[in-house]
């Protein structure tokens, strides 16, 4: 079954940099158009990046330019680099494919201190 696992969160202050990465199982990674989805307490999950199997990459309004979406097909990874983070960037953050078709995993935790 596919299996998800996210990591790379941590606490950090606004304005640094946190580099995501998730490892996938299960599917065929090459052709699934991935995306980072995040989720802050309260408020729905929603995308904010998300990646093609050849690699175009779309943004969402309020991250763009400051997160970079990427993929390494041989390591079946997709990673999401975060820069100029701010408090309204505090979140679970989690991968999928662009649809939430997967099963979720776990995502993983980034707090902005202001």
């Known amino acids: 079954q596919v299996r998800l696992v996210e990591s790379g969160g941590g606490l950090v202050q606004a304005g640094g940099s946190l580099s995501l990465s998730c490892a996938a199982s299960?599917?065929?990674?090459?052709?699934?158009?991935m995306g980072w989805f995040r989720q802050a307490p309260g408020k729905r999950r929603d995308l904010v990046a998300q990646?093609?199997?050849?690699?175009?990459?779309n943004y969402a309004d309020s991250v763009k330019g400051r997160f970079t979406i990427s993929r390494d097909n041989a390591k079946n990874t997709v990673y999401l680099q975060m820069s100029g983070l701010k408090p309204e960037d505090t979140a679970v953050y989690y991968c999928?494919?662009?649809?939430?078709?997967?099963?979720w995993g776990q995502g993983t935790q980034v707090t902005v201190s202001s």
């Open positions: 990646i093609t199997g050849d690699g175009i990459a």
């Open positions: 999928n494919g662009r649809s939430g078709y997967y099963p």
């Open positions: 299960g599917l065929i990674f090459s052709g699934a158009h």
